[in-house]
């Protein structure tokens, strides 16, 4: 990444809601910038290793010499990379393994065969023919963006962390591995050269199975052998997600922004996760203090409803936490201790796991901007 | 934020809730050309294989010559669990019922055939809550 792009991803800010919200909230929108200063006497650090897989994905480095340099950096367009090789529409159509795969994700005319196998294909040392790196980078932003944006408006309150972290099971790399393998039934090509020429296969039928290079060889049934010296070799769940990730961004560019969106919809968000396991907090007590003052409410009280043997060696403790004389959540354990916490877990769980009624994202044709709270401290 | 820290999740498949995909990715059809037990299967490669086959795009359909053996339809499934597939004989069965057994694989989930436990099985936990006695009407509650 070049300095130019380093200074503008500093200046970042954070606006959930659009200037339609009432003036005199205006200013406790939260901006988040880096000072200006810190450029100067900060040295380039190499760049962290993000925390979540689908992170890595929008950040994928091209270590390739088919790209051609253009003086102008910026000018995003013009980047090209020329490739030896590549498979025709014309080809494409004969492999029956295309042919399925377009038809088991219902992908419209305009989607064409050859744009899947190139899905398929990951960028291999001795390959010359064209690979999904760019499509996989671009598919990895389009998916990010729908599957935050829907998060957004489905769980408004959400902490930046949790969300980040239900991002992740939707569209990280295991997540889509599980779509692509067990979903959608896209193979490996893990097959040699020797037993396709055996089993008297077409050459081209490789190329309707996922290629890429992996870290491990299967030398025989239950002997694998680790170790790769491509430079260019990834895990199997990092292939796997780039193939979807790839076949996203080609109904993008074949069929556009709004079928993408209802693609997504329908493949990767009706995915079920559980957002209410995710949490795990370090002392809930302090936690609702603090948030129970910032919305100006009495501190929490944490009160006895009911119990039952409490002097044998099974009681249940039914607890309490109430801000006042309201209830906020209730907790049951086996011990006083175990059932306040519980307690406190769950005031907060109701607090940060708002759902509003009619969830609209910003990308919908008919959103409206809910005003639900004016945020939350950053700690 | 300090204090919340995060349990990582993968999320779960929910096939039919947004698309729907069907889990038959593959049948293969197997035949011999002279064996008198391959006569409903000839016959049906013969008349119905082509119409059958349009109306799955999403299932590649594979015939195979095989002399001296038995007919037989094997499918093969998407899915973790499903990946053994499930094969049909078809020995002296007429045409319609080598059809018939040619739906049952392809309208399959690829997974074996279990009497279930429970009658329901869901993602979901209850929407009601289970029972609680601690949360019974105070008139009603059960007294030793």
Known sequence: MSASMLRFASRRTVSIYNSSIPKALNTTIRCIATSPVKTLTETKSSFPDHKFSYEKACRQALVDNTLTNKSDTLDFGAYQRTFKLTISEEEASKIPSILALHARLNLSKNYQYSTLVRSLTCQTADSDYADNLQMSL???????????????ATYPRLPVSILRNATEAYIGD???YDVAKNVWGIEADSTSNLEKYLAKEPRLFRFGRLRFSSHTTEVEKGITK?????ELAITKATAFSNAVRAIVSGLYAHDGEEATKEFIKNHILSRKIDVGKMFQFRSPGKMLVKLLKAQKMEAPTIRLISETGRNSSSPVFIVGCFSGEHMLAEGQGSSLKEARIRSLVDALKAFYLYRPLDPKASSDKDFKPLFVDAGETFY | MTGISFIQQVSKSRNGVGAFIRPCKKVTLTFCNFGGSSKGMRDFLRLRLAKFTKEYPEI??????K??????LKGEYIGSEANVGKQICVKNWNIDVVENKLKLLVNSSGKQLKKPKQNVKSLNESVRGIW???HVDPAHRYKI
């Open chain 2, 132 to 134: 609680s006695p601690f």
């Open chain 1, 174 to 176: 295991y997540s889509l």
């Open chain 2, 60 to 65: 590649q359909f594979q015939v195979l010559q």
């Open chain 2, 67 to 72: 002399p001296g053996f038995h007919p037989v």
């Open chain 1, 138 to 152: 671009f598919g990895a932003h389009l998916l990010s963006y729908y599957v935050t944006e829907h998060l957004i």
């Open chain 1, 226 to 230: 680790i170790g790769s010296t491509s």
